[in-house]
């Protein structure tokens, strides 16, 4: 198979959430397994003082309601994928990806350069796969412009929706840039919507878990769009997420302390915790549990359950608490407060450190990931790679992927509740750092099963492979 996987982010290029991760480790496996995938993405800011070192491949000329503008095509190879970058000085060249006043225009530009790409190398693809709102307007664009040609007749799409709640959506006249009749296919809710036109014209559309994808046909987690949705039923599909191996791997990690595998991890997980706790100034102590976050700090995320119950819980217990993140100002100072007023037992960095990330990973105990919805969520899934146990809600792949503590049966590797409320957190997490103190030998088993879970690339890969080939064969 010959897929284009388009994305508006790709790491190690460009990085703000998940689907960065997505489009760098995705390719990767299904390259490995024998079909040939290409990446494109736009050229931002940060990458121009590398530009000399990408391949030239030409350019393309793109019109934009009465106004030409021209795309150029670089290319360099890395992991073995290639990737292929758009660029256009005055659309990418910002200090931010998303956000504009013209993100409309911007991104309209982005899709049609991906389909003037595919004429530039005059090579067709089986399969584009499509990521997210930036990339909502090619299967519309793919029909209204480029069908009839030969090297598109038989080009099929899949759009993957990494979260719901943003949905590329504009003004009505924005219509007007792209230079065809009015349509209803992007129309939402009188605005012109680049997601809700994906759903309308992809082949097929899958969510990043099972247990989203079913959240997103409710009113309360569909974001207005779960009624568009209901109507793919049929073209619907839900595909959990993976992680590199190869990346969070605690048996060759080189930024930890100390490495190890879940047979043996109890002490060099005591010898990364006490490292990093001497290395963040907290209290040495290791017989008492060390809580982290690491994430976004937005509302999504649950930061308001945290809020409301953090300070109770550190003061109920003797844990520690490291917070890894940034985000919404209220929250930071939020963090900031902890900190200042706690500084023997919390420490909050604001930003986000990779390599701080994985020496918390491998020291942390217990991993807080309170969402109120999380499409898949990656950060439960390395941190039961390190042996941390995930404290989730359960909602989207979080309750796909942690099958809670069980003390009856011993059964488990993290800790869940059901309601977003935020008594129901603080009486979870009071639970788990008792556990942790009191009952070591489970603690054990249950850190053993953690790290045993396989939410390898190998299994991300093969079930989109099995996916291509369905809609291929339709």
């Not at 931010?96 to 309209?108: E, P």
């Not at 649950?302 to 919404?328: P, R």
Request: hydrophobic share 40%; glycine share 6%.
């Amino acid at each position: 198979m010959r897929i284009l996987f388009c994305a508006s982010e790709a790491y190690p290029f460009s990085k703000t959430g998940g689907l960065a991760d997505m489009a760098s480790a995705l390719p990767k496996i299904i390259n490995q397994k024998g079909s040939f995938v290409e990446v494109i993405t736009p050229l931002y800011d940060q990458l121009y003082d590398k530009l000399y070192q990408f391949k030239y491949l030409g350019e393309k000329e793109i019109l934009i309601q009465d106004a030409q503008y021209v795309a150029k095509y670089y290319q360099t190879i890395h992991d073995g994928v290639s990737y292929i970058f758009v660029e256009h000085e005055g659309f990418f060249k910002r200090s931010n990806y998303y956000g504009y006043y013209d993100d409309d225009k911007r991104f309209l530009f982005y899709d049609l350069a991906i389909l003037a790409y595919i004429e530039l190398k005059k090579e067709s693809y089986d399969l584009l796969h499509l990521n997210d709102w930036q990339t909502g307007l090619v299967p519309y664009l793919l029909d209204e412009l480029y069908r009839t040609k030969p090297l598109f007749k038989n080009i099929k799409t899949l759009l993957t929706i990494h979260n719901l709640e943003y949905q590329g959506s504009f003004p009505k006249d924005a219509y007007r840039l792209i230079n065809r009749p009015f349509n209803y296919a992007y129309i939402h809710f009188d605005r012109v919507n680049y997601l809700k036109a994906a759903i309308m014209r992809a082949n097929h559309i899958n969510t990043v878990s099972p247990t989203y994808m079913q959240e997103v046909q409710m009113d309360y987690y569909g974001f207005t769009l779960d009624g568009a949705l209901k109507s793919r039923l049929n073209d619907f599909t839900g595909i959990l997420n993976g992680i590199d191996y190869d990346i969070y791997n605690p048996e060759t990690d080189p930024l930890i302390e100390k490495t190890f595998n879940y047979q043996h991890f109890t002490q060099a997980k005591k010898k990364n915790k006490m490292a990093l706790l001497k290395k963040l100034n907290l209290d040495m102590s290791t017989d008492t549990a060390l809580v982290a976050y690491i994430g976004r700090l937005a509302k999504q995320k649950g930061i308001d359950l945290m809020m409301a119950t953090l300070e109770e819980a550190i003061a109920e217990s003797t844990a520690k608490f490291v917070f890894i993140g940034s985000g919404d100002p209220v929250y930071e100072n939020f963090f900031r407060h902890l900190q200042e007023k706690y500084r023997n037992r919390v420490y909050s960095f604001i930003g986000f450190n990779n390599t701080l990330a994985h020496q918390l990973y491998a020291s942390a105990d217990i991993l807080m990931m309170p969402s109120q919805f999380e499409p898949c969520g990656l950060g439960q899934l390395m941190a039961m790679r390190y042996g941390c146990l995930p404290l989730v809600r359960e909602t989207g792949g979080l309750k796909d992927t942690v099958m809670p503590y069980n003390k009856y049966t011993k059964e488990g590797y993290g800790f869940s509740f059901a309601n977003y409320n935020a008594h129901e957190l603080k009486q979870v997490l009071l639970d788990a750092i008792l556990l942790y103190s009191n009952e070591p030998d489970d603690w054990k088993v249950l850190v053993r099963n953690a790290m045993k879970q396989d939410h390898s690339l190998e299994q991300m890969g093969l079930s989109y492979l099995d996916l291509y080939e369905k809609i291929l064969e339709k």
